[in-house]
T-cell receptor, first 110, second 115 residues
Framework: EDQVTQSPEALRLQEGESSSLNCSYT??????LFWYRQDPGKGPEFLFT???AGEEKEKERLKATLTKKESFLHITAPKPEDSATYLC???????????FGAGTRLFVKA | DAGVIQSPRHEVTEMGQEVTLRCKPI?????LFWYRQTMMRGLELLIY????????DSGMPEDRFSAKMPNASFSTLKIQPSEPRDSAVYFC?????????????FGPGTRLTVL
């Protein structure tokens, strides 16, 4: 069964304190792995899509990486405005369903 | 681009009442998804449409839930009769074909409370 597990559930950082969020996945052939950001009271906002092991993508202070079993979302020198829930999702090859993890709630204190 | 539009943003109703949630996908997108999000179960796919045709509704909890997409610019999710356990945030998302075919764009959601 396809599955996505995110850790930690919550992460509290000081402004400027870099860290990483983990997304472990089990899927029968990966079509794509997605990272979304969700602010309270809003819908998930697309960040990245990764398709193959070794791929990396960056956007401002965020960098996403992918291996055959997991993905990391690295946050460099975070700011309070980076506080949000970060969702990881996978789509299996040959399918259309996107399976979401439970998310990591990130709190960045000034 | 206005993005995915959902209405209402908030809905409070009593158990047993009919609830209809509405979604307008991004123009030109040919896939539409309905999700439900709760603290306990996270984000769950309810139903997926491609070119206005329901492809998979295996995520629909039970017969009380139904969804339609009469045209490319409008979809509804109906719950009849509603129950307190249906309380959740319901999201609609749309997706384009082509190179960006895997990226889903979400609406702001409808927060449903069933008393």
């Amino acid at each position: 069964e396809d599955q996505v597990t995110q850790s930690p559930e919550a992460l509290r950082l000081q402004e400027g304190e870099s860290s990483s969020l983990n997304c472990s996945y089990t899927v029968s052939g990966l079509r794509g792995l997605f990272w979304y950001r969700q602010d309270p009271g809003k819908g998930p906002e697309f960040l990245f899509t990764l398709y193959s092991a070794g791929e990396e993508k960056e956007k401002e202070r965020l960098k996403a990486t992918l291996t055959k079993k997991e993905s990391f979302l690295h946050i460099t020198a975070p700011k309070p405005e980076d506080s949000a829930t970060y969702l990881c999702a996978v789509q299996a090859a040959g399918g259309f369903k996107t399976i979401f993890g439970a998310g990591t709630r990130l709190f960045v204190k000034a | 681009d206005a993005g995915v539009i959902q209405s209402p943003r908030h809905e409070v109703t009593e158990m047993g009442q009919e609830v209809t949630l509405r979604c307008k996908p991004i123009s030109g997108h040919n896939s539409l998804f309905w999700y439900r999000q709760t603290m306990m179960r996270g984000l769950e796919l309810l139903i997926y449409f491609n070119n206005n045709v329901p492809i998979d509704d295996s995520g629909m909890p039970e017969d009380r839930f139904s969804a339609k997409m009469p045209n490319a610019s409008f979809s509804t999710l109906k719950i009849q009769p509603s129950e307190p356990r249906d309380s959740a945030v319901y999201f609609c998302a749309s997706r384009a074909g082509g190179p960006l075919r895997d990226t889903q764009y979400f609406g702001p959601g409808t927060r449903l409370t069933v008393l």
